[in-house]
């Protein structure tokens, strides 16, 4: 069974700055997909980025990028020129290629500070 | 705005009880997911409907079921409730086989206190 591992409980930022948020799975697939998920107080899940195993190429979403690493099979965020708007819970989570059921990590609390 | 829509947004029941939770997924959606998430804690895949029928499960007890509609939207039913049930339900919307990639939709959830 796939597994999501988020060692980070909480993390803080100052406004402005970079923070990178750690996630680690494992998977006896060659093919996926990852997925970073933010979630507020409103409690609305709401997807941030995602990398396709197969694709070399780390993702990027104007502030937020990803650091994918296969073999190590760790999947980190980075998040640059942190805003106050960003503080929440982040979730990574895995999803095979052939399904929709994500399996979650258990969350990391992003505090900015301004 | 995702499109999923959930009700009710929050509820109070017994233990013992029996709840029902619905969710009307995005237009042009076929896959609904349901997942349970405890306070402080991620969320956990309970199951999932495609065209009306339950395709795949996670562990979760036979009190627990599900329904899927015509029309794609799901109904989430819990039968003797226990405290431990307590926790927001989320509902998950996707297109299985569509060009999207599979991009998934969350509704805002389900507040639910079992008291």
């Known amino acids: 069974a796939q597994t999501v591992t988020q060692s980070q409980p909480e993390m803080s930022v100052q406004e402005a700055e970079t923070v990178t948020l750690s996630c680690t799975y494992d998977?006896?697939?060659?093919?996926?997909?990852l997925f970073w998920y933010k979630q507020p107080p409103s409690r609305q899940m709401i997807l941030v980025i995602r990398?396709?195993?197969?694709?070399?190429q780390n993702a990027t979403e104007n502030r937020f990028s990803v650091n994918f690493q296969k073999a190590a099979k760790s999947f980190s965020l980075k998040i640059s020129d942190s805003q106050l708007g960003d503080a929440a819970m982040y979730f990574c989570?895995?999803?095979?290629?052939?399904?929709?059921?994500?399996?979650f990590g258990e969350g990391t609390q992003l505090t900015v500070n301004p | 705005e995702t499109g999923v829509t959930q009700s009710p947004t929050h509820l109070i029941k017994t233990r013992g009880q029996q709840v029902t939770l619905r969710c009307s997924s995005q237009?042009?959606?076929?896959?609904v997911s349901w997942y349970q998430q405890a306070l402080g804690q991620g969320p956990q895949f309970i199951f999932q409907?495609?065209?009306?029928?339950?395709?795949g499960r996670g562990n979760f007890p036979p009190r627990f079921s599900g329904l899927q509609f015509p029309n794609y939207s799901s109904e989430l039913n819990v039968n003797a409730l226990e405290l431990d049930d307590s926790a927001l339900y989320l509902c998950?919307?996707?297109?299985?086989?569509?060009?999207?990639?599979?991009?998934?939709?969350f509704g805002e959830g389900s507040w639910l206190t079992v008291v």
């Open positions: 998977t006896s697939e060659s093919d996926y997909y």
């Open positions: 990398q396709e195993a197969y694709k070399q």
């Open positions: 237009s042009g959606h076929n896959t």
């Open positions: 409907y495609y065209r009306e029928e339950e395709n």
């Open positions: 989570a895995y999803r095979e290629t052939s399904g929709s059921r994500l399996t």
């Open positions: 998950a919307s996707s297109s299985k086989g569509g060009t999207s990639g599979n991009t998934i939709y």
